[in-house]
């Protein structure tokens, strides 16, 4: 079982829809969550971040977080052809001797149609 | 958030050669990493760029073929050495913000290895 799950997709919203990306970690003691979104042969932008149960609004991004399910997701609302990218998830996981490691996901690729 | 850059933004080269990847951040960051994303892959941690010691690295990287380098707190340098063809990906260093997790990346680096 890998230590964070996506679906790889793609996954094809219309524009204007809701677009939901979720994520599923093994790691019952990882306390932070983030999304990146990555544009084709650019880095990694990180877009939100969660430690909390529930949901976390920034913009059209909520990340909702539910620790007892080991699930994270991201929520896109009125989605542009501008929001088409690969979106990652990563978990913050913590290893003996107080180190800490970003363990990412394989990737959503996101694809807005007008 | 710091500014990370990388130089060079990409390069093809010969099997058996090496390049060395600087990172440069303009603000003093304690944690410095060095990623690698294959072509249609996600991130894998290849080590922990310790400054003032030698590098801490993940599972399958070593020294010789990936010695790195972390003078100071905002400079850091990657080499790869002997490449091979299977050393083609794109490198990335990140950085930390300990006040809150959250982790950032460099625009990369596009490795070629003919």
């Known amino acids: 079982q890998k230590e964070v799950e996506q679906n790889s997709g793609p996954l094809s919203v219309p524009e204007g829809a809701i677009a939901s990306l979720n994520c599923t970690y093994s790691d019952r003691g990882s306390q932070s969550f983030f999304w990146y979104r990555q544009y084709s042969g650019k880095s990694p932008e990180l877009i939100m971040f969660?430690?909390?149960?529930g949901d976390k609004e920034d913009g059209r991004f909520t990340a909702q977080l539910n620790k007892a399910s080991q699930y994270v997701s991201l929520l896109i609302r009125d989605s542009q052809p501008s929001d088409s990218a690969t979106y990652l998830c990563a978990v913050l996981r913590g290893f003996s001797g107080g180190y800490n490691k970003l363990i990412f996901g394989a990737g959503t690729r996101l694809a807005v149609h007008p | 958030s710091a500014v990370i850059s990388q130089k060079p933004s990409r390069d093809i080269c010969q099997r058996g050669t090496s390049l060395t990847i600087q990172c440069q951040v303009d603000?003093?960051?304690?944690?410095m990493f060095w990623y690698r994303q294959q072509p249609g892959q996600s991130l894998t941690l290849i080590a922990t760029?310790?400054?003032?010691?030698?590098?801490?690295?993940e599972s399958g990287f070593v020294i010789d073929k990936f010695p790195i380098s972390r003078p100071n707190l905002t400079f850091s340098t990657l080499t790869v050495s002997n490449m091979s063809p299977e050393d083609s990906s794109i490198y990335l260093c990140s950085l930390r913000q300990t006040s809150t997790d959250t982790q950032y990346f460099g625009p990369g680096t596009r490795l070629t290895v003919l």
């Open positions: 603000s003093q960051v304690t944690m």
């Open positions: 760029a310790n400054q003032g010691s030698e590098a801490t690295y």
């Open positions: 969660i430690y909390s149960n």
